[in-house]
């Protein structure tokens, strides 16, 4: 262990499922790393639609996670829990956790822990392990990403969708984005996008194929779903690959299967939460060695857009809902 920690914290908690107000701050005791764990004395962590999403009752924390809302941190090792190397303590890492991050201290796997190089803020590194993370995992290990491919990524403005601009183009891909007003579609081709697209006023398919001379795009980043599906095969490229990610337009979608068959289309998805320990060690792992020398060398940030204090959380989630933000929100704990 580290130096004396206090016995309590500040976290933020609710007592029951609802909207953004039912977000208040509590005293909880500070938690112990067990093996393979350390603690983090968190500066920032950032805020996820997931995070609203178990606010509002649908996304429960996985079995052994702690309750507290926050799936990634930013802040300086305070403990160490055995088997951890010891060259940790006192280091400033960002991690992806289960839960717990809206807190002054949060647990996290040592192994899904990433340096925070020079030049970069606690505040920028609270924002990349949920994006990086889903990003990399979904585009270019599920979607088999390769050089010259095309991604249409939907949700062009979300933390979600910047970051997949910005690895895109990082690594060779043309990317198209959907946004939902004309002053998105400059910022997403600001961040890189190579064309973007109003959704509310523009025909995403229509648009998609003749950027691509008729052909369609190889990749689509899907965190819509429900009827976003079919128009998805329409805009995919034979051999094309659909990856869901979110269910915020529905649950349920209605497809032909028969043009599935005939372009050859592959249709997948993930969630992260839930994956083993083991799965995102390796996966931090290969961030590691493929992504993070771009956030050392500078060239990858992320698009930042409020950050908020942590007793003001509850204005962070209805910033999120009302759609406006351009970025990540993060929240600043000490």
Not at 197 to 207: A, G, K, L, P, S
Request: glycine share 12%; proline share 7%; with cysteine.
């Amino acid at each position: 262990m580290a130096d004396v920690l206090p016995d309590t914290m500040t976290a933020i908690g609710f007592d029951a499922p609802g909207g953004p107000a039912v977000l208040r701050p509590e005293t909880l005791p500070v938690p112990r790393p067990r093996p393979g764990e350390v603690l983090v004395r968190v500066s920032h962590a950032g805020v996820n639609r997931p995070d609203v999403i178990q606010r509002q009752g649908f996304y429960p924390p996985p079995p052994g996670a702690s309750p507290i809302p926050g799936l990634e941190i930013a802040g300086t090792v305070a403990a160490l829990g055995e088997g951890v190397e010891p060259e940790l303590l006192g280091q400033e890492v960002c991690a992806l956790v289960n839960g717990g991050g809206y807190a002054e201290y949060c647990l996290a796997r040592a192994g899904h822990c990433l340096p925070v190089p020079g030049g970069l803020s606690l505040a920028e590194a609270a924002a990349l392990p949920e994006t990086v993370f889903t990003v990399w995992h979904n585009v270019f290990e599920r979607g088999y990403a390769s050089d010259g491919e095309v991604l249409l990524v939907h949700g062009g403005t979300s933390g979600i969708g910047t970051m997949a601009i910005m690895l895109g183009k990082a690594f060779g891909l043309n990317v198209i984005a959907t946004c939902g007003s004309d002053e998105k579609c400059a910022e997403a081709r600001r961040i890189g996008a190579d064309l973007a697209i109003n959704y509310r006023t523009q025909d995403f398919v229509e648009h998609t194929r003749a950027f691509t001379d008729g052909l369609g795009a190889n990749i689509v980043l899907d965190m819509v779903s429900g009827s976003y599906v079919a128009r998805n095969l329409d805009a995919l490229a034979e051999d094309g690959r659909h990856i869901t990610i979110a269910v915020l337009g529905g649950l349920t979608a209605e497809i032909n299967m028969a043009k599935v068959m005939s372009k050859r289309l592959v249709l997948t998805g993930s969630t992260l939460r839930a994956r083993s320990d083991a799965f995102k060690q390796l996966l931090a792992d290969e961030i590691h060695t493929s992504v993070w020398p771009l956030v050392e060398d500078g060239s990858l940030r992320p698009v930042m857009d409020t950050t908020f204090p942590l007793a003001q959380a509850a204005a962070a989630h209805a910033r999120m809902e009302a759609g406006d933000h351009v970025g990540k929100i993060v929240l600043a704990v000490t």
